[in-house]
């Protein structure tokens, strides 16, 4: 994302200055390759709603689409939401999907950071869960946390609204490109972790700056944040606090329902960006994001146990 990109320029000590056509050159990876050999669903495909009515930074043609197509390949049926959420709207799908919504057009502008739900619209998605539904709701760094919060609270989950920076568990000289990993015992055990066999098992996940989350009694932490990990207000400064005992990837059941909440999002795409084709997401070579994403995905849908 180009915010990402600014923010990993920022870290390097460059000076970063956003033309039009660089934001033109942040496209989603047109040699990722989508194709799941052995589909999860070959009859019987989960329904996926896909939101796009609030906003978001995530669609299911622009940066997000090589996650479409993945799990397409898969074997879900994948819509594209463009109205408010309502029981009507929920009750014929299995997943709702929803990346990276603000409070207004952009994310640059004034307002962006405000509730990009109505109270109506949260006590439906809640309730849709708790009746059988399965949610994945991803929120980025600012002003990503801050606008989802308002949905996230409906399932005692708190953002840090902030961007997350751990020196100690990151890739070489960028503190926010953060690595969890059973090396570094920060990618934890849970079904989505495991997988079905060992050609599943996740080993390495990467994220690429976001927030820290904080999750109900009774979730699993699956991106664990280390005792090292603060999140800062601001790319550029603000203030500091230890988010030491939270997450980047939480999981967990309400009622009939399953929710998986992800506070940052560029893991899940597959995204180059600048003169220099800089890879974020699936596309990274040496982490295990793509099998990571299915996972998600198998578990919410009730593949995985």
């Not at 496209?27 to 999860?40: G, L, M, Q």
């Not at 495991?194 to 976001?210: L, P």
Request: aromatic content about 8%.
């Amino acid at each position: 994302m180009i915010h990402k990109v600014a923010l990993v320029s920022y870290i390097f000590g460059f000076i970063v200055v956003l033309s039009c056509a660089a934001l033109a050159q942040q496209i989603s990876d047109p040699n990722f390759n989508p194709h799941v050999e052995h589909p999860a669903y070959t009859k019987n495909f989960p329904r996926v709603l896909f939101d796009e009515a609030h906003n978001n930074f995530h669609t299911t043609t622009g940066r997000y689409k090589p996650f479409v197509d993945l799990i397409f390949s898969d074997g879900y049926q994948v819509a594209a939401n463009r109205k408010p959420f309502t029981r009507e709207s929920l009750q014929s799908y299995k997943i709702l999907i929803i990346a990276n919504a603000i409070g207004a057009e952009e994310m640059d502008d004034e307002g962006a950071d405000k509730p990009a739900f109505s109270e109506p619209e949260c006590e439906a998605v809640r309730d849709w869960v708790s009746n059988g539904g399965a949610l994945l709701l991803i929120a980025d760094h600012a002003p990503f946390g801050a606008a989802a919060q308002i949905l996230a609270k409906r399932f005692d989950v708190e953002m840090s609204k902030g961007f997350v920076f751990d020196p100690e568990h990151s890739v070489p000289n960028n503190p926010t490109v953060l690595i969890f990993s059973r090396e570094n015992k920060l990618l934890l055990d849970h079904a989505i972790t495991q997988g079905r066999n060992e050609s599943e098992r996740i080993n390495r996940v990467q994220t690429f700056t976001g927030q820290a989350l904080k999750g109900p009694p009774g979730s699993t932490q699956i991106l664990a944040l280390a005792g090292t990990a603060i999140d800062q207000a601001d790319a550029m400064g603000g203030e500091k606090k230890s988010v030491a005992g939270q997450a980047q990837g939480i999981a967990f059941k309400l009622g009939k329902g399953r929710v998986v909440m992800l506070g940052e999002a560029a893991m899940l795409s597959a995204q180059v960006a600048g003169l220099e084709n800089f890879k974020m997401g699936m596309n990274v070579p040496g982490n295990d994001n793509r099998q990571f994403a299915l996972n998600i995905m198998h578990w919410l849908s009730g593949l995985l146990k």
